[in-house]
């Protein structure tokens, strides 16, 4: 008989176990539903952004014989340090999300240690800074609660930090580590070398002849202003990608926990009524042969 | 009548993708106005108010921060910061105003700048 309860006590406690995953579904739900016409409309600024960033450095580097001659533009022939900037969630319960972005960092430590390069990490979200802080890995920077509720002014200061150990030598290259979303139901891990920008990478939608006039006409101004922007914004941008990646993570983990809670009270609910069968015949039993005893 | 295309993109989506007469762009050396078969040009933008000239004549104005434009023969992209449109038929003109006049408060440190921005705006506001 206390098989029966204790059953019947376990059911219970996965029932209710499915009530808060499938909330925890419906709450991601909503939430991917906001990021991703967040996204979507950043979506239009960053590749204009992009768009005229490369007009711009294509004509420079055309005018100039020897290449781009520009600090953010130029690759560092032998690197010596590399700065991985990488985002996770602050929270989990949403599968593989940073499991796969913290092993690829992981592969690219590997990669740059082989190279005798070294490797500064900086990290976004709780998740990825308790990795690697258990791991004993030292962490350039950390900060929690942005890949949450990501915020342009912060993301901005976070990234600009970096950009200017870049332009003061410190480190040789800076790429960006996200968990980025493709739709409802997958995510993929998106590596971006932010800095140096690679014009090559760009492509040329040269539709106009003319010569492009820049104002105000010395180049470094404008150049300096744009690829701030472009930065700042790259990394929002990453940041808000990675938050629709998580919510649909998420949104699939808890969907997931879900449908495996319904089954457990199925399988459950047989084994309650198997075991009360058994009760209840174990009780006939008795009952019989001790009225065959009677006789 | 010869067209030309104008994109006004900001962070929170394209406020503007129409064909337009002529655009007048406050640019960080000074306002310029843009016509169709412009040379290729490229520009910091200060705060202040871009007057677009529509296709049918008809006159619209944004309340911008800052940003860049990239003009070229056939296309003008701005790339704005934070923009407000002055006019349009669902807007409603005494909050775009005062919104506007908001916006470029907070985006100029130079108090001549947004006087002749926020005056701008006013005039804009009078003649609608």
């Known amino acids: 008989m206390a098989n029966l309860k204790e059953i019947k ?37 960053a590749a ?45 319960l949403c599968g593989g999300f940073n499991a796969q972005t913290i092993k690829r960092v992981n592969q690219m430590i590997a990669d740059f ?7 500064r990490l900086r990290a976004v979200g709780r998740k990825g800074i308790d990795y690697f802080k258990f791991n004993n890995v030292e962490l350039n920077d950390e900060i929690v609660g942005l890949s949450a509720a990501p915020d342009y002014a912060e993301a901005a200061q976070f990234i600009t930090e970096v950009t200017h150990a870049y332009v003061n030598g410190e480190t040789d290259r800076i790429i960006l580590v996200h968990n980025g979303y493709v ?9 971006d070398q932010v800095l140096p920008i690679d014009p090559s990478k760009l492509e040329l939608s040269d539709n106009s002849t003319s010569e492009l006039e820049v104002e105000p006409d010395d180049d470094d101004t404008l150049l300096d202003a744009l690829v701030k922007r472009y930065v700042e914004y790259t990394m929002y941008y990453s940041l808000i990608d990675s938050l629709a990646a998580e919510h649909s993570a998420r949104m699939q983990a808890m969907d997931a926990a879900t449908k495996n809670a319904k089954e457990m009270v199925k399988t459950l609910t047989v084994k309650y009524n198997k075991a009360r069968q058994e009760a209840i015949t174990t009780e006939l039993i008795e009952i019989i042969s001790g009225m065959e005893s009677m006789k | 009548m010869e067209l030309m295309k104008l994109e006004i993109v900001t962070p929170n989506g394209v406020i503007f993708d129409d064909e337009v007469r002529q655009v007048t762009l406050p640019g960080s050396e000074g306002e310029f106005g843009v016509l169709p078969k412009h040379a290729t040009l490229v520009s910091l933008l200060q705060a202040g108010v871009i007057e677009i000239v529509k296709a049918d004549g008809s006159k619209v104005a944004v309340a ?23 006019s349009g038929e ?39």
């Open chain 1, 113 to 119: 240690k082989a190279e005798n390069i070294k490797v």
């Open chain 1, 183 to 191: 739709n409802m139901i997958s995510q993929e891990i998106r590596e």
């Open chain 2, 64 to 86: 911008i921060n800052s940003g860049y434009v990239k003009v070229d023969e056939e296309k003008t992209t701005c790339i704005v910061d934070g923009a407000v449109a002055l």
């Open chain 2, 90 to 128: 669902d807007t409603d003109l005494a909050q775009a105003l005062s919104e506007a006049k908001e916006l470029l408060k907070k985006a100029e440190s130079s108090s001549t700048v947004i006087a002749a921005a926020v005056s701008k705006v006013e005039n804009i506001g009078k003649s609608l």
């Open chain 1, 9 to 45: 006590r376990k059911i219970g406690s996965v029932k209710n176990t499915a009530k808060t995953t499938n909330a925890m579904k419906l709450v991601s739900s909503a939430k991917l539903r906001r990021t991703e016409e967040l996204a979507r409309r950043s979506r239009v600024y």
């Open chain 1, 48 to 92: 204009k952004l992009t768009e005229l960033l490369n007009e711009i450095a294509q004509k420079m580097q055309k005018a100039n014989v020897d290449g781009l001659d520009n600090v953010y533009f130029k690759e560092v022939a032998n690197p010596k340090t590399v700065d991985i900037v990488f985002i996770t969630a602050d929270k989990g």
